[in-house]
């Protein structure tokens, strides 16, 4: 929580008061690298515990067995449940890329652009985007009873998932 807020307060300041020229472009880099670097550690932690088995109640499971099996669902709810165990660390990591392309723009250093190109493409690309389109064409009734079920709150194994709810798909 401590580092969501110091990086909050550095990008309001950067924005804001137009204070970037006391910043350098090495620290920002360094600091958006170190910021990667625990995301990339807490992702490996969220990876880790990950449940193999799954525990559902029947009315999950009867949710689940009534939607027909497309691997959208479940790529969609086990990329979630990574987002949250990771929530914190991502929004700090996203907000240093922020930050060190605001104080790049004026320099336009070819190893920040390089490295802000590779990051946005790691986190935003049209896979993701296909998968997230397809989970919200299911009906909203729907998508709100999948989110509540506290098991795919946390990271789980997907295709545990679909050899219990599905397992002739």
Known sequence: MKDAILSKLLLVLILISGTAKSITLESAMQYSQSKFNQYEETLQKCMESRNSEITLTVDERKLLSNISYTPFIILYLEDRAFQLCALEEKS???????????????????????????????????????????????????RQKLEKIQTLQIPFNGLALKELVWPNN
């Open 92 to 142: 700090v990591y996203i907000e240093s890329l922020i930050l060190l392309e605001n104080l790049n723009k004026d320099k336009f250093n070819k190893e920040v652009v390089k490295y802000l190109q590779n990051h946005k493409l790691n986190n935003f690309n049209a896979t993701d985007l296909e998968i997230k389109i397809n989970y919200s064409q299911l009906p909203s009734e729907t």
